[in-house]
C-alpha cells in the first residue's frame, strides 16, 4: 500500500498494515508490482540536431522539448537529465513542467557542455560553405552563452569565471564540462587543474558535475577533478578502463553512467560497421562487464532523443545509427538499456536500482526521487509483471503516475512535432 | 488629361482638348510627367534561394512573395515577370493580386525553368552532406514538376509531354526553358530539335517562349527554336555575340532582355573581381553596346530579388555580388538598368520604351500594358521631373496608379518578412 | 597455311592448296584455330587517372603507356585505340612501337577528347583544395591543347579552327569528340552544326571521327553530324535508344562500340548498385539485345585500363567498378566483352568479326588489318580450340604474332609499373 | 685571432697575444668581425608539405633535405634543429653531412612530433575524398612511426614504452611532442602526467624534450612537465603568457624559442588578415615584448622550410604565409628573427647569444657548438661589419667556416629542386 497526498508519498507498507483514510480514492493494483518512476542520465530532448530541423525548428524548439518530455513520460521514465541543448528552451518547458501547466516528464537540466561550441560547429554537424555565418552563429549561440570552445584557449582563473556567470545566470541543474573534444574524440580539452577549477565553481553553487569523457585518460582527469558521475565513463576508445581507475571507481563507488547496446545490436554491429567503430563498441560492453563483475555503480544512461528517420538518416550520421535495437531513440531506448545490462549479467535488483535510486543519489536528487518513501515525490509505476523477475516486463506498464497524478498515457505527446512524420 | 474609369484608361489627351465627366476625381499632375508605369522583364519574387532562408521560411513563401511584389510596386514597377521560382506560391500570390485581395506588383510568372533542377541542386547551390536528401529532394520539388534536369535524358517527343503536361496543370503565364546549364553554364541542355519542340508546347499552349541562354551557340539555338524574347541575351561568355546572330537579332527585331550594370559597378569589378568574372561583364557592356548601335530592341531585366545582407553574403555567393550599385536588389535594380543603358548611350525614349511598350510587346501583354492608351489598364508613374531629360527623374515619381488606383507607397511593404532585419 | 613475309600475309590457303617456299620456317598449327589478331576499340593506356597517379608517374607516363601495351599484346589483342590520354607520351610509344623498338600492342590514339578537360577538372576528378592550380594545370594541360571543355563557349568558326589545329599538330590517328560531359553525362556538349563542323575537319584530314556520348539526344547528334563509329553508342540514360535512332543505325550499318557486362557482373550490378547506377547498366543491356537483334555492327569497346587496387579503390571511383568481371581491366576486358555479347545471344562469327574485321573498317584500317588476307598485315593468333564453338577458347591461345613476329608473351610486360604492385 | 685545427678551435685571442703556429695558413679577416655560427632552433628541411609536393617528390625526400641544409648553411646558418619530419631520409641525410660527404648545415632531428599523424592527416593538410588511402597512409607512414595520434587514447604507461622504442630505434637526437593538436590547436593532447612520462623517457635516454605549445594552459603543462625548451612559447591564442607562467620562465630561466614578425610584416597583417589570424600575431609580439622586458632568453627560431610559390600558393595555406618578410623562408627568416627581436627592443648581444650561446645550452649541445671556445668545432663566420652596430650587418657575411673548413657558399645548393623553379 502506497499513500499519496499532495504531490508526495505519505506512507508506504505491505499488506493490511497500513490505515487507509477515508476519503482516499483507491486504486487497486493487487498483483501488480510498483516501482520507483524510472529515471534517464542522459537524454537529449531537443531533437533537432541536423542543420535542416535545427532550421526548420527554429523558434519551435519548446514544442520539440515538450513533445520528447512527454514521449518519454509516456513509456516510465519520470525524470530526465538533459546534458547537452539550447538552454533557455529547456529551461521555459523545465518551468512549465514543474509548474504543472504541461505534462512531461521532470526535467534537470545542464544546458552547454561548458567546452563545447554549438551543433553547428567544427567539432559537431560540419557545415561548410553551405550555411552562411549568420545563421551558423546564431543557432549556435543558443547552445554556447560565453562557455564554448573558446575556453580552451583562455587560463584557469578565466574559464572559473566564465563558469561561474553561468552557473549564476542560466538556471541549470547541474553542470556538465568536456574533458575531451565530440568528434576530435581524443583530444583532452582542460588541464587537470582547470577541470578541477570547474569542477569547484560547480560544488560551490551546490550543483554536482560530471564530464564528456571519451579516452582512459580522461575519464581518469575527471575523477582526479572531483566529478560526481562520470558520463558515458565506459566510453575510453579501443582500450579498456585501466585497472588503477577501475580501483578507484569501485573504491569510491562512484557511479558511472554507461552506455549499453543489447546483442542483437553488437552483432549487428560487428557485421555491419567499419572495425574501428565496432570496436569502440566493444569497449564499452567489455567495460561495463568489468564494472558489473567488480559491482560499480552503473546508471541508466542513454543519449536518448526523438530519433525520426529524417534524423537517422542525415548523411553526417554515421551507419551505426542505422541497427537493429539502435540504443538512443528515447521512449524505447531505457528498456532496451535495462535488457542489455542484464544480458552482461547485471543482476535485476541492480538494474532497478541503476534506473532509481542508485541514479538519484548520483545527481543528488534522492531526497525527493528515487525510492518509494514518505515524503518523496509520488513517482511511480505499476508493473502488470513482476520487473525482477524478467527485465522485458518493465515494459509491461499498467499505469505511470508523476507527482502524485496518474498520466494520460494515450494523450501522449500532446502535440505531434518530430514525430507527426 | 488621362482619364480613367475602373481599372482602364478610357482617353488620353493633351490639354483642354478632352471634355471630364462631372463626376470625376481630378487630380492636378500639371507640370509633372506622365508615364505608363514600368516593367521588369526578369525577377525573382521568391529571394529564399539560400539553403537557410529556404529551409527557416519554408511553408510562408507566400508572405515572401508578396512582401517582394509590393517593394517592387512601391518603386514604380507595376508588373513584374517571374522567370524561375516556387510554382504554387507564386500561383496563388499572382492570383490573390489579381484578384485584388492584395497590394502588389502584376506578376507574371514561369515557375520552373524547363531542365532546371531545385535551387539545392547540383547545378545551383551545393548542399553536399550538409542537408539530408530528404528535405532537399522536398525543397527542390517546389520548383521540378517534373519538367527538371531529367529531361535532358529523354526523347525529343518525351520531353515534348512533359512540357506539355506541365503547360497544362501549372497554370504559368509564359515558358522559360534552359538552353544552357546554371553553373554549368558552357553547357548547352538540349538539341536544336528538343528546343523547337520545347517552343512549339508553349505557342501551341498561347504562351511566349524564352531561354535561359550563357553562350553564343546556345543564343542562336534559341533564337532558331523560335523563343519570343531572348533572356539575358547578351551573356555570351569571354566573347560577344557573333555578327551573323547579331543580324538576325536587329533583322527580325528579336528582343533581348539584356542586363546591364552602371559604370560605377563596372569600375569596381575591374578592379575587385577575378578576371574571368569580370570579362563576363565586359562581354555583357560590349553586347550591349553593339545592341544599342545596331538599334536592336532592349528590354529591361534586372534578375531583381530582395537581396539582404544574409542572401549576398553566403558562402557561395560570388564576390561580385558585393560590389557597389550591384544590380540586382527589387526596388533599385530598375533605376539602375535605365542610368547603365543611358550610361551606354541609349537614347531617352528607348529607354523609356525597353521599361514600358517594347517589353510588353515581347510578353505579348501589351493589349492591356505598356502604354497609356484608351482601352489599357490604368498602370502609370507621376514624376515630378521629365525622365526624357534625365534618367534619374524616374527616381522622383509622385505617385504610382495601378489598375486604376493609387498605390499607398509608404504602407509597403505591409507585412516585413526578408526585410525585417 | 597462311604464308608469312617480312611483316605481312602473302597468302592464305586451306589444306595443300598453298605451294610454301623452301626458305620458309614452318609453324606446324594443325589441330589449331587461326584468327586475326584481335582489336579493342576503346582502351586507356595512361590508367594515370587518379590524382596520384598522375602525380607519382608524371614525367613516366611512357613508361605507363608501354605496360599497358604490353599487357594488351600478351592478351591477343595486336591493335588498340586509345580513346583518351596524354598526347604526347601516346604519340612517343605508338612511334617507338611502330618502328620496332619496343614490343606492344599496335595503337592509333585521339589525344585528348575535343571538348573535354584534362583529367584532374571539374568533369572528371575533383581535387578541391587539395592540390595546387599549379599541379593541376600542368597535369591537365597534358591532355587538353587547346581543344578543352573552353571550345564550348566558342563560335563554330573557331571551332573549327582550334580542331584544325589540334589535328595538325598534334599527330592523332583518329579524331574524338565530346558529344555531352563525361560526370556532367546529362548535359549536350555544341550544337548539332558544331558537331557537323568538327566531323568535317576530321574527314578533310583525312581521319575517322566519333563522339563521346551517353544520351540519346546526342547519339543522334553525333550521327547527323558524320560520326564513322559511335563510341559507347548504347550509353544512353535510363531509356534505351529510340526507335528512329536505332533505325538509322541499322539501315546505315554504323558501326557500334558498344560496352558490355556479363551475367555475373549484371547480378551482382542488380544486388549492390545504388538503383540509378544499375538502371544505366540494364540500358546498356537492353540496348545490345536490340542491337544484336537488330543486326546491327557492333564493336568490341572495352575502355580497358590497367585497373589495379590502387585505381579501383579511390575514394572517387565509383563502387561499381569493384564488382566481379568488372568489364575494364586491361588484357582481360576483350574476354569478358566477347563473353558478356555471347551470353546476350551474338552469333559466334559476329564476336569475331566485331573484334576484327568490322572494327577495322570502323577505323578505316582494313587495308592493313582485321583480316587475314594477303598484303594485310600479320597480325594472328593461334588458339588451341575453336573460338567458333565456345568464346572462351579465345583464351586458350597457344600464340601470338603481330607484324609477322611471335610474341614472347611471357616476357611481357618488360618492365612493370602500376603492375608493379 | 682565432686558431683552428682539424674540425675545431685550438685557441682564441686578441691582437698578437696568440703564437700562430708556422705552417698555418692565414686568413685574414683584420677590419672584419668574427662570430660563431648562427643556428636555427626549428626548420623543416623537408619542406614537401604539401600533398602534390608529397607525392611528386616521393622517394626524393634526401634530395629535398640536402637542398635545404645547403640553402641554410650559404645563409650563415651552420647548425639547424629540425623538428618535424620524414625520420629515415633525416637521418640519412643528417649522418651524410656529419660524416662530410655532403655539405649543410649540420642536422639535428626530432622526426615526428610525438602524438601527431602525419602530413595528410587531418589535424594538417586535408586530403578529403581527392587521394585514396593507401597513398595517404604511406606518406604519413614516414612520419608517424607508432608514435602518432593514436597514442592520445593510450595509457601511461603503453605512451611510455611507444615514446621509449621510438627513442631506441630512430636515431633522433631530441624528443618532441605535442602539447595541443595542430589545426586543432585549441585542444590539449596529453594529461600532465603522459606529458611527464614522455619528458621523463626523453631524459632517461639522455634527449631533451620539448613540446609543441599553442595554448597558454599548455604551455604551464609542458613547464610542468620538465621540458627543456619551450617551443613556440610564444604562441598562446588571443591572450598574452599569465604572470604565473611567465614568472616560472624567467625565474627558472627556462629558453623560449619564441617566434617573431618584422614590423614590415606586422603592418601588413594588420590590414590583410582576418582579425583572429592578426591578432594571434598580435600575441606573439606582445609575449616576446614581456619576455624581452622580463629577461627570458629567447631563442632564435623560424619554421623555416623552403617556401617557393607553389607551397605559398597551395589552397590550404593561409593568406598569412604571403605577406612581405614573411618569416619562415629558409635562408632568410634568421635574419628577419634578428631583425624583429631587434625592432622590439632585444640588445645586440642577446640576440647574437639566442642565435648562439643559448641556443646550444638549451638544446644540450654547447659542449660542441655555440661559441669560439678552444676544443669546440670550429663554426664561424666572418662579417664585414659589426653585427653588434646593425642586426642587418648578418647579412654581409664575407665567410662561412663550418668545422674548420670554409663553405664554397657560391656552389649552393650544389643540386636545386625544390628551389629550380
Given amino acids: 500500500v502506497v499513500l499519496v497526498a499532495a504531490e508526495r508519498i505519505v506512507s508506504v507498507a505491505s499488506g493490511a498494515d497500513l490505515p487507509v483514510p477515508e476519503q482516499a480514492e483507491i ?44 514521449v518519454a513520460l509516456r513509456a516510465g521514465v ?8 539550447p538552454l533557455r528552451p529547456l529551461v521555459a518547458v523545465r518551468d512549465r513542467i514543474n509548474r504543472g501547466e504541461v505534462t512531461g516528464s521532470r526535467i534537470f537540466l545542464a544546458g552547454n557542455i561548458v567546452g563545447f561550441d554549438g551543433p553547428l560547429s567544427a567539432d ?38 566564465r563558469v561561474r556567470g553561468y552557473i549564476e545566470s542560466s538556471g541549470i541543474d547541474f553542470l556538465k564540462y568536456a574533458a575531451t573534444g565530440h568528434i576530435n574524440s581524443e583530444f583532452i580539452t582542460f588541464s587537470d587543474r582547470v577541470q578541477r577549477a570547474i569542477v569547484e565553481e560547480a560544488h560551490a553553487a551546490g550543483l ?13 582527469m575527471e575523477i582526479e577533478a572531483g ?13 579498456v578502463i585501466p585497472d588503477e581507475t577501475l580501483d578507484v571507481i569501485v573504491d569510491r563507488r562512484l557511479p558511472v553512467a554507461a552506455f549499453a547496446n543489447t ?36 546508471l541508466l544512461t542513454t543519449d536518448g532523443y526523438i530519433s525520426t528517420p529524417r534524423v537517422l538518416e542525415h548523411p553526417q550520421m554515421g551507419e551505426w545509427v542505422r541497427g537493429p535495437e539502435f540504443s538512443m531513440q528515447l521512449g524505447e531506448s531505457h528498456f532496451l538499456w535495462m535488457q542489455a545490462v542484464s544480458e552482461l549479467g547485471m543482476a535485476p535488483m541492480q538494474v532497478l536500482l541503476s534506473a532509481t535510486r542508485h541514479l538519484a543519489e548520483a545527481y543528488d536528487v534522492h531526497a525527493e526521487l528515487g525510492t518509494l518513501e514518505p515524503g518523496k515525490r509520488a513517482d511511480l509505476l505499476i508493473l502488470e509483471a513482476d520487473p525482477l523477475e524478467a527485465v522485458g516486463n518493465y515494459r509491461r506498464c499498467a499505469a505511470v503516475m508523476k507527482d502524485g497524478e496518474f498520466v494520460d498515457r494515450e494523450g501522449l505527446p500532446v502535440r505531434r512535432v518530430l514525430t507527426a512524420e
Fill in 208 to 220: 554536482t558535475a560530471q564530464a564528456h569523457t571519451t579516452t582512459p585518460e580522461s575519464l581518469r
Fill in 124 to 161: 559537431h554537424f560540419k557545415v561548410g560553405d553551405v550555411l552562411g555565418r549568420d545563421v551558423v552563429d546564431r543557432i549556435n549561440g543558443q547552445w554556447e552563452f560565453r562557455v564554448g570552445r573558446e575556453l580552451l584557449l583562455l587560463s584557469r582563473d578565466e574559464v572559473g569565471r
Fill in 263 to 298: 546483442q542483437t545490436y553488437m552483432k549487428w554491429a560487428r557485421a555491419h560497421l567499419d572495425s574501428p567503430v565496432s570496436a569502440g563498441f566493444q569497449t564499452w560492453e567489455k567495460n561495463n562487464r568489468l564494472l558489473i563483475e567488480r559491482g560499480a555503480r552503473l
Fill in 227 to 239: 566529478a560526481d558521475l562520470l558520463q558515458h565513463g565506459n566510453v575510453t576508445g579501443p582500450e
Fill in 27 to 70: 486504486i487497486d493494483a493487487s498483483g501488480r508490482y510498483i516501482v520507483p518512476g524510472l529515471m534517464d542520465a542522459n537524454v537529449h530532448l531537443c531533437a533537432a540536431f541536423t542543420p535542416e530541423l535545427l532550421l526548420e525548428f527554429e523558434g519551435r524548439y519548446e514544442e520539440v522539448i515538450e513533445e520528447a518530455a512527454q
Fill in 78 to 85: 519520470t525524470t530526465v537529465f538533459d546534458t547537452w541543448g
